[in-house]
Structures are given as C-alpha cells and as structure tokens.
C-alpha cells in the first residue's frame, strides 16, 4: 500500500508524540476523577450518611452521563473538528470538577458528577481517535494506548491523593479530593489550542492544503506525508491527483447518513467491524475491571485489611501496578501486535480472577478466623489481574476500536464503542455492590473468570491483527470473500455515486 512506501519504519515523529501526549491529557483527568472516587466514597458515604444503593448510584451515574456524551462526540467532532472537541471536553470537566468540590449536599455532588460523565464521554471517544489520526502505522499502536496509559496514571495520582488529602478534615477532605481536578482542566483548554487540527478531518473538510502542511509535521519524510495524503484523500472520496487547496468531497457533511452506513445498509466488512468494536468494549468492563479499581478498598477490607489508612495504601499498589503494566504493553504493542497480547491477557483475566474468587471465597467460609495466606493471595490475585487487563485488554481495547474503522464512520463509530463502553462500566459499577451481596464476593469474581473465558474465544475468532497497516488498509482484514478491485482503501458510502 502507497501509505507503506515512504515510511521509515525504525523512526519516531517527536512531533506527533507530542500532540498525542497532550491530548490524552484529558485522560488522565478522567483516570484521576475514577481512582479519587473509590476513596473519597469513604469519606463522602460517613459526611452525608448516604446508604449503599446511593453509594452505588454515585459511583455509576458518571458512567450513564458519559454514554450520552460519547454518543454526542462523535457527530461534534465531525462538525466542529477533533481538537475543539478536546476543548469542549476540558470545559465540561472543570465545570463538573468545579460542582463536585464545593457540593454541600449528595443533590449537588450528584449534579457535579453527572457533569463530569458528559465530559468523560466526550474525552474518551476524542483522545484515541485523535492520537491515531496523527499517528503513523509503525507508532499508532504506542501513541494510541497512551489515553490509556493516562487513565492508569490518573487513577494512580487518584489514589495517592486519597491517602493525602485522607488526613484532612472529613468535611474538607473529599471535597478537595475532587475539586483539584479543576486546574489541569482550565490548564488543558487553553493548551490544546496550540496543536494542530487531524488532517483526516481537515481533508474531510476538503482543507486539502491544511492537512498536506500537518502531514509533513507528523510525517517522518516528505514521501510519507505524501503516501499518507494520497491514501487520506482516496479514503475521503476525493481524487488523488487533486492539486487544488480546498475542494468541496463528495458525499461527506459533517457525519450525516453515517449511521444508516453502520446500521441500517452496512458492507460485510462494515459489520464485522461494528461487531468487533462493540466487542471489545463489552468485554473490558465485563471482565471486572471496575469492580477492582472503584471498589479495591472493599475488596481489601472484605480479604481481612481492616485499618483505613492501610486500606487506601493497598490501594495505591492497584494504580501503580495499573499505570507500569500498560506502559509495558505501550512499548510492545507495535512489535508483539495486538492480537497475541490481547489473548495472552485474557487468559491471565480467566486464572487471576478464578484466584481471587477462590481466596476471597475461604475468607468468608472461615468468618472468625483471620486467614493470613487468603489475605495474601487474594492481594495478590487482585494485583495480578490488573496487571494482565493492563497489559493487553485495557489499552488494546481503545486502541483497537479508534483504528479499524473507516475514515467517514470513525469518529460515529468509536463514539458507539465508547458508549457500549461506559454502558458496561455503570452497570457493572452500579451493580457490583448487590451482585457480591447476592452470591458472595468470591462468587462475583468466579462470574467475571466465565465471561473472560468468553471473550478469550470473541477475540480469538473475530479480532484479526491490525499491527502495521495504516488505517486506510484495515479495511481488507475485516473483507471475507469480497472481490477488492477498483475499490479505495477504506470504506466508502454505499450510494451511487460515491467513489
């Protein structure tokens, strides 16, 4: 493929390491505002003498907020471009942020919250989507995990601030916790409008000359920009030979009929790619993930740690194992691939979470002993699993979904993931408390050992690797049986007279 030819694949564009590195800024707020809750619920449940049911509510109410705001993301982004998306999303957070520090009463923390969760929408289907745009095959796998690898240091940064801000006051104490996250907010809004705007959105917009200028940045030579906006502009259904520096694509206004292509008429491959994004975005929540991060200190307590303090330092060990995990699979993504680290982290999901149902399950069979091998074990387990989700199915997850769709239905398309996505974190955030009550602790996590076991077999049929093709190839690996003559290199609308 022409995006291929001119690409030196042992370089690294600083340039475009760069913008990525400031979009997924925005993760780590959202990581942040994910990790501080699981202590500041502590705190929050014995000011306002709250019960478990509004516990549960809290802690999944931002999931169902962001499921609206990824969904609203993908059609703003379209219309208003990648990078003032970013800062609508910034101002979101800091106004949440802003409701949730000074929130007298559950009523306003709630408001402040759900603010919040619109926000987290529109940042997580942003961020990836961004960084891979800019991206080049050779680092798209790299700079794509880091919105990932953001949310692991946030939560971390989270954590630590429990343990900190834990020692205040309890009136004052929660509330700074969550109110800090205001100034990266109001820093991040005015940053990114220093970094450039996708040049796969600008030529969507036929801002051709725009895009070629961007290319050249984030391009590692002149011939791969140039390989890389042939591709683009055939993608967007525009001629290739076109010279001119605004032209008017056919077929494409700001995302409209985009969802009768997913939906309603979609190609084989189309659906493939749907089914497969949808997914892997069911399965990372699935899985337990955020029965662990949100709720590791009743995890903790349940397994015999009892002291508070020690409580949010265990904690702490969750995030910090999180955040090295996936920088580890960051550096690998490019060179194992996706797909051999995606099974390999799924099977360790299906042994670390079968542990810890079975250690956590002898501690409640034994309820007047303190079982110290149990106490160990399910810590270690809890550990364990993070750092196999970390290493494969967290960060593949977003990866994943922001590059296999084409050009025209990206930005629609990861923001139906993403939804998905936020849908399973509430209802498994908001569940997870009356799950474990209904058929133990160490029965909930034998649940989420069969559903890894599940996904082991989704991503083992349906996932093929994506490692090294550009995002205008991807579209053939999801093509079975299918004749690939006289078509471009990414999907185009099925209307009569698309290109």
């Not at 780590?28 to 699981?38: E, K, P, Q, R």
Request: hydrophobic fraction near 50%; glycine fraction near 8%; proline fraction near 4%.
């Amino acid at each position: 493929m022409a995006a291929e030819s001119g690409e030196n694949k042992n370089s690294f564009n600083r340039y475009a390491c760069l913008c990525a590195i400031i979009a997924s800024i925005i993760s780590i707020i959202f990581g942040y505002d994910t990790g501080v809750m699981s202590g500041a619920m502590i705190f929050i449940k014995e000011d306002l003498k709250i019960s478990d049911v509004q516990v549960e509510i809290l802690a999944g109410i931002l999931n169902i907020c962001a499921l609206v705001g990824s969904l609203a993301a993908g059609r703003t982004s379209d219309y208003i471009g990648r990078r003032y998306t970013i800062v609508l999303a910034s101002i979101i957070f800091l106004i949440g942020a802003v409701l949730m520090g000074y929130a007298p009463n559950y009523a306003i923390l709630m408001t402040g919250r759900c603010t919040a969760g619109v926000g987290v929408g529109f940042a997580l289907m942003i961020a990836p989507v961004y960084s891979a745009e800019i991206s080049s095959p050779s680092t798209r796998g790299f700079l794509t995990s880091l919105p990932e690898l953001c949310i692991s240091f946030g939560i971390l940064l989270g954590y630590t601030s429990n343990y900190l801000f834990g020692k205040l006051t309890l009136r004052l104490g929660w509330r700074m916790m969550l109110g800090v996250a205001a100034v990266p907010s109001l820093a991040l809004a005015f940053g990114i409008l220093k970094m450039p705007e996708s040049p796969r959105w600008l030529v969507l917009e036929g801002r051709l000359k725009e895009a070629k200028k961007i290319l050249l940045l984030i391009s590692n030579s002149e011939e791969e920009a140039e390989s890389r906006f042939h591709d683009i502009k055939i993608a967007a259904g525009i001629d290739p030979d076109c010279v001119e520096e605004v032209v008017k694509p056919p077929n494409i206004h700001h995302g409209q009929g985009v969802w009768k292509d997913l939906f309603i008429r979609p190609t084989p491959a189309v659906r493939r790619i749907l089914i497969a994004a949808i997914g892997i975005h069911f399965f990372e929540h699935a899985t337990g993930i955020e029965a662990v991060v949100l709720y590791s200190p009743r995890i903790f307590h349940k397994a015999g740690v009892t002291s508070k303090n020690k409580l949010l330092l265990a904690t702490v060990g969750v995030g910090l194992t999180k955040t090295t995990f996936i920088l580890i699979a960051s550096v690998f993504l490019d060179k194992v691939g996706r797909r051999r680290l995606l099974l390999t982290s799924t099977a360790g999901l299906v042994v670390s979470l079968s542990g810890l149902g079975f250690a956590l399950t002898m501690v409640e069979l034994n309820p007047g002993e303190r079982l110290v091998w149990a106490l160990c074990l399910s810590i270690i387990f809890t550990y364990l699993y993070v750092a196999f989700f970390s290493i494969g199915l967290g960060p593949i997850t977003w990866v994943y979904s922001s590059e296999i769709f084409p050009l025209r239905l990206r930005a629609q398309g990861a923001s139906i993931g993403v939804a998905v996505n936020r849908l399973m974190n509430a209802i498994v955030s908001m569940s997870f408390i009356s799950i474990y009550k209904a058929i133990t602790i160490g029965g909930a996590f034998f649940m989420f050992a069969g559903v890894s076991l599940v996904a082991w077999w989704f991503f083992f049929f349906l996932l093929p690797e994506t490692k090294g093709k550009s995002l205008e190839e991807i579209e053939i690996l999801f093509t079975k049986n299918t004749r690939h003559e006289n078509q471009g290199l990414e999907i185009q609308p099925t209307t009569s007279n698309s290109v």
